[in-house]
């Protein structure tokens, strides 16, 4: 079956743009597609409010995936990272969590922190990729389907550190 990625080239066919009011139907339905506990479109417009740095992936036309990250105190937190399934494994996660972290460190934000569920193996394998380390664990931070399910969190300086993208 033929994926939204088949339709472009990794790296080069889709932009990145700063996310809006009118991007949050799109970003809810990818949200609600990837997450059994997803985000609510409250969650998403308060983001907006509060001056969150929110981007997202378009190609075609069509939305494909997102992230959202707040800056303070010299720390960036990164609060969301998501890209549509069928757009998966193309590049865009890794260039939109680049383009998230130059931000912060052009904002001269010296660490980025962020959590992740130990099952989720594609996304730390990620993070690890770019350079995050475990500095802690949040116990039973996260909703899960047969109770709580810690959180690793991860830092990675970001001081002298140049992303690709
Ligand atoms: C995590 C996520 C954002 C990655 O997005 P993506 O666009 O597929 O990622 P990329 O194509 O840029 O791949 C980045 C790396 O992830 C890994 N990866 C991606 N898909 C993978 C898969 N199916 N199996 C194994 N590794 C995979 C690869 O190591 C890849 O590294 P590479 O560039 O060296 O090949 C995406 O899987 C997602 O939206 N997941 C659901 C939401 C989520 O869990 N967000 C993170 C919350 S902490």
């Known amino acids: 079956m033929a994926t939204a990625a088949d339709n472009f080239t990794p790296k080069r066919d889709f932009t990145l743009r700063t996310m809006t009011e009118a991007d949050i139907a799109a970003v809810i339905r990818i949200e609600r597609e990837s ?13 907006l409010r509060v001056g969150y740095f ?3 992936v378009e190609a075609g036309g069509e939305t494909l ?7 303070g105190a ?33 904002a001269g934000m010296d660490d980025a922190f ?6 989720n193996t594609i996304a730390a394998h ?3 990729s770019l350079g995050f380390a475990q500095v802690g664990t949040r116990r039973g931070y996260y909703q899960a389907a047969d109770g ?7 830092r990675l300086p970001l001081r002298d550190f140049q992303m690709p993208g």
């Open 65 to 71: 995936g997102y992230a959202v990250m707040s800056c």
């Open 74 to 106: 010299g720390e960036a937190h990164i609060l969301n990272l998501c890209v549509r399934p069928d757009a998966r494994c193309a590049g865009i996660g890794r260039r939109l969590i680049s383009q998230v972290l130059n931000h912060a460190r052009a």
């Open 35 to 47: 997450y059994a506990f997803p985000w609510t479109e409250g969650i998403f417009r308060d983001c």
């Open 114 to 119: 962020l959590e992740v569920r130990p099952s």
């Open 148 to 154: 709580r399910e810690d959180a690793l969190v991860l």
């Open 126 to 128: 990620l993070y690890q």
């Open 54 to 56: 929110c981007r997202v």
